[in-house]
């Protein structure tokens, strides 16, 4: 078991490749999530507006599962277990640097007037790549 993203993860990761975020309702369901995706140190971060299904359930409960699929290769894959931290510190910024990566855009088009994004951080406790990659 890892908790370290490898070399290949992190290509992968730093492409604009949509991943899933699995994260627990208030009914103790799963509840999936296609996200903009992106490496921060060691970590994964993704984005999104208060009030969302997603910020809900991490409020109620932080674990995720975030899945990372290559469109070119579907057995080319990252899967992560952990839990997220929240901050709204720099998150407008982020989500047009997502933008940008997804869109090939400066600013982020579908801002909502009033909206508060939020940034998450998923601290890895489980890392898998497949195919195993031990870079």
Not at 47 to 73: E, H, M
Not at 95 to 118: C, F, N, Q, S
Request: aromatic fraction near 4%.
């Amino acid at each position: 078991m890892s908790t370290q993203l490898t070399q290949a993860a992190r290509a992968l990761i730093s492409r604009p490749v949509i991943a899933n975020v699995a994260t627990v309702d208030q009914e103790g369901k799963p509840q999936l999530t296609p996200v903009w995706i992106d490496i921060d140190g060691d970590d994964l971060v993704f984005n999104t507006a208060k009030g969302r299904a997603k910020q809900s359930n991490l409020v109620r409960n932080p674990s995720v599962a975030v899945s990372v699929v290559d469109p070119d290769d579907p057995y080319n894959v990252v899967i992560v277990r952990g839990t997220v931290e929240a901050t709204e510190d720099g998150a407008d910024a982020h989500i047009d640097a997502l933008a940008k990566k997804y869109l090939d855009v400066d600013t982020y088009p579908m801002r909502r007037p009033g909206e508060v994004r939020i940034i998450y951080r998923v601290r890895a406790d489980h890392v898998v790549m497949q195919p195993a990659d031990t870079k």
